[in-house]
Structures are given as C-alpha cells and as structure tokens.
C-alpha cells in the first residue's frame, strides 16, 4: 500500500466525524476520487473505510471488492490496490498509545451517579482507543494523577460513583495542574493524552475576575511547551451529561441539582495523530457530544482552488487561457439586471480537520479585495455544478460563492481566509459568576478565560491570524 504524511494541519474546521454510510454512489464517488492519481494512499483507504463503516461494505473484503469494482471502469487504472493483510499491518504500525485521565473531583460527582451519557462517553472512548491503540493508561486525577491500570475492564468497573469519591483528595481541582500533567504525557511519555473534566476551575473563594486571568496564562505557559515542539496540538471537544448531585460554586456553597450540565474532553498530541482521530475514530458519534475546535499552527499547506466559470454566475469576466485551473479572472463586469457580480470557487477543505459548522460559517471567514464577501458556502454534494464546469472541481470539496455590488477599476487581489477566532459557543457558554447555578446550567464558570489560554498558546501576536488564505488575481 502506497502510504502518504498525514496532513499536519491541526486545529479547526470539518466534521468531527467520519462519514456515516451513505448510499453506494456517495461511496463509489469517494472511490473515484482516491483513484484520481492512479494509487490508493493509506489515509484514502481509512476515509473509505470510515465513510463505508454503517453499511454493506464494512467489511475490509467486500470494501475490497467494490474498489476493484470501481477500478476496472476509470480511466487512470491504479496498478496495485491495497490487501486486507497490509491494512492491517499499517493500522498496527500507526497504533496509538494513550494516557486517559478522568478527573474525579467533588465538582465532577454528578456525572458519576447513576447511567449519565458522562459514564457512557467514558466507556465508550475508552472502547474505542482501546480498539485501535497500544497499552493504554487509565488514571483518575484531582490533586494528583492516580492510576488505575492498563486493564479496560478494570477502567469500566471503576466508571461509578462509589469508587470515584474514594480515589484522591476530590475536594482539590486544579485544571492547569490537570492539562500540565496531560501535557507531561505528550512530550515525555510520547502518549495521546485526554483529560475528561467539567474545567471548572477551583478559585478557593476568591473574585473569580482575580483568579480567572492568572489561570488563562497559567494554561498558556503550559500548554506553549506543546507549541515549542511545533507539531503538536488540542482538540476540544464540548459534551453534555445529565448530573445528578451537588454543584459547588465559586464561594464552595453547593447546590443540589438534576439537571444537563456541560463539561469537556480535551485530546493532546501530535497532528498527525490529532487528525488521525479527527477521521477515523467518530468522535461525533460519542453519547453527549455538541461542539469541536481544533487548535494548532498551520502548516502552510496549498488549498486546491479553481473559480467556475458557469457555475452560480452573475455578470461577466473572461480568463486567461490555456489553464486547467482558473486562479485568476480578467475584466469582471457587474450584471446589468442585478448590478451584482456573483461568482464560484471551488475548494478542497477535506484536509482541514474541525468542526463542520466552523468551515461553513461565513462569520469566520475574511475577505479582502475588490469589496466581495461570501454570498454562500456550500458542501459539494449539494451543489449544482454546470457540466462545463465539471473539469474545474479537481479535490474540491465545497463550493464558495462570492459576491460584490462595486467592481474597482484597475487591477486588484482577492484574499480569502478563515480566520483564527474563538467560535461563537465558547462565549454562548462562559459565566463569571455562578451563583445562581439553576439559571444558567447551560453555562461553565470561567470557560473563555481558559480556552483563551489554550488558544493564545498556539496564536501568538503578531502572526498570521488565518488557517489557510486563497489568493485571486483580477485584472481588469
């Protein structure tokens, strides 16, 4: 088998989730495209097994089957397709080993009590990396890392209440102590560390507008050894559990409540391995899951990109000639019923590993040049795509359909970029006083200020503020 880098692109942007099984054709299509250069790479094969997971084709053999199905009807033949034998020996070879930590504090009790989809996730991740990873770590943490074992079963049996509350000092919780030991793990031990926590932070009855910015630059000198190495990188995922039990505020006053209450999973390694669990592991599928961000340094890498030129048009241009892909356009006129130019871009976005509802939201999104915007963004699979333009799509995975009302006259760049930002939940789920617990049970004292920390350990000032740009020159 032909095996390819993964792409170390790391932190935010497209389903945190392989692709269900959809019909045959969906699959077939996915295929064709792995096909394209005439070899099947072993991340094109993973996504084909991923995307064929729930349906006919789960089994490696009749996967097999279809591909040299497939195969025998394209143009460019792959010579050589991969075996059964030889996936599993690369799955062997690529096999993570993690560290999981779940905290255990007074704060976390909750999620511990009865069947919560906390306990399910628990279990369920812990399935998961088991399947596909080496030895793996188990620890409770609250003041300090306490191990369980390597035995999956023994993690599962230890997932209740009555054993979580006697394991450690519960009434401490220090969440940059917590992602400091998860961090250790990373660079020391060479694990994929998770830290599972309501990242409540214990500010000791203090103002919590004192504590909370020390914690966010606690959390950002920690988590910058990651950034020091340069390929390294946090996936967070946002959950929901039912928590049954007392919740502690700021000033240690509890509250009794049964209620959905949020926490979180935080995933720390290398990119590579980041995205191999972005891809291949279903994350989404997870009991409870709700939101995903990626963070990380971007890597440089080139989108594929070719503007369409019949598809979702308005008003004129010609362009250059004798190209196989169009990365500029010449004399853009308005249309005269509209007073309007409307034109298509596609994109290949199926590198860029985050969250779905990141990649299409136009709000995280710049563009810059020739007073355009984005109009629309649109995954492939639901566009309508003129047959002339059909020879432009190449890897393209979504359609960007931008839009100006005011042309400028001489020659201008137009700059595309999804900017580094926060997505709008983070602050949606942030309070800096939780006092009043019952009317904002949606809510997590203190989240911006840390996910900031996080965020700013991989964004320093004065960089980049984009994951990816496309450049088009327009001359008029």
Not at 144 to 149: A, L
Not at 426 to 435: C, G, L, N, Q, S
Request: glycine share 6%; charged share 25%; proline share 3%.
């Amino acid at each position: 088998m032909n095996v390819k880098k993964y792409s170390p692109l790391l932190l935010a942007a497209l389903g945190l989730t392989a692709c269900g099984g959809g019909g045959d054709a969906a699959l077939e299509s996915a295929i064709r495209k792995a096909l394209k250069d005439g070899q099947v790479t072993t991340e094109e094969w993973q996504d084909l097994q991923a995307q064929s997971a729930n349906g006919p084709y789960s089994d490696c053999a009749k996967l097999l089957t279809l591909v040299e199905q497939v195969n025998a009807n394209v143009r460019q033949k792959a010579e050589q397709l991969p075996s059964c034998e030889s996936v599993k020996k690369a799955e062997q070879k690529t096999a993570l080993s993690f560290a999981l930590f779940v905290e255990n504090s007074n704060s976390m009790m909750g999620y511990f009590t009865g069947n919560t989809a906390f306990k399910d996730a628990m279990m369920d991740l812990g399935s998961r990396i088991e399947d596909k990873g080496k030895k793996n770590d188990y620890y409770f943490i609250n003041d300090q890392p306490h191990k369980i074992g390597q035995d999956y079963e023994e993690f599962i049996q230890k997932m209740d209440r009555k054993t979580a509350i006697k394991v450690g000092n519960i009434r401490i919780s220090k969440l940059d102590e917590m992602l400091g030991e998860a961090v250790r793990q990373v660079t020391e031990e060479g694990k994929t560390a998770i830290l599972a926590s309501d990242f409540i932070y214990d500010v000791n009855r203090q103002n919590p507008k004192d504590a909370f910015p020390k914690l966010k630059y606690s959390i950002k000198g920690k988590l910058q050894k990651l950034r020091e190495r340069g390929d390294y990188g946090l996936l967070l995922l946002k959950m929901s559990s039912l928590y049954d039990g007392k919740y502690y505020d700021y000033q240690d006053r509890p509250t009794s409540i049964k209620e959905e209450r949020p926490y979180y999973i935080c995933i720390l390694g290398k990119n590579a391995q980041l995205q191999e669990m972005y891809l291949h592991y279903d994350l989404k599928s997870i009991r409870g899951f709700e939101e995903a961000i990626i963070f990380y340094q971007p890597d440089g890498q080139a989108y594929y990109h070719s503007v369409l030129g019949q598809s979702y048009k308005a008003g004129q241009f010609s362009r250059p000639r004798g190209q196989e892909l169009i990365q500029a356009i010449e004399k853009p006129e308005l249309d005269k019923r509209s007073g309007s130019f409307e034109m298509a871009l596609a994109v290949d976005l199926s590198t860029l590993p985050a969250p779905a509802s990141y990649a299409l939201d136009k709000l995280n999104y710049s563009v810059d040049g020739g007073n355009f915007s984005i109009k629309e963004i649109l995954p492939l699979a639901t566009a309508e795509i003129h047959k002339n333009d059909q020879r432009y799509l190449g890897t393209a995975s979504h359609i960007f359909i931008l839009e100006s009302s005011e042309l400028p006259k001489d020659n201008f760049e137009i700059k595309l970029a999804l900017k580094k930002q926060l997505p709008a939940w983070v602050a949606a789920a942030h309070t800096e006083d939780d006092r009043k617990i019952k009317e904002q049970m949606d809510k997590t004292l203190g989240l911006q200020y840390w996910v900031s920390g996080i965020s700013e350990a991989f964004n320093e000032l004065g960089e980049d503020n984009h994951y990816f740009q496309i450049k088009l020159a327009v001359s008029n």
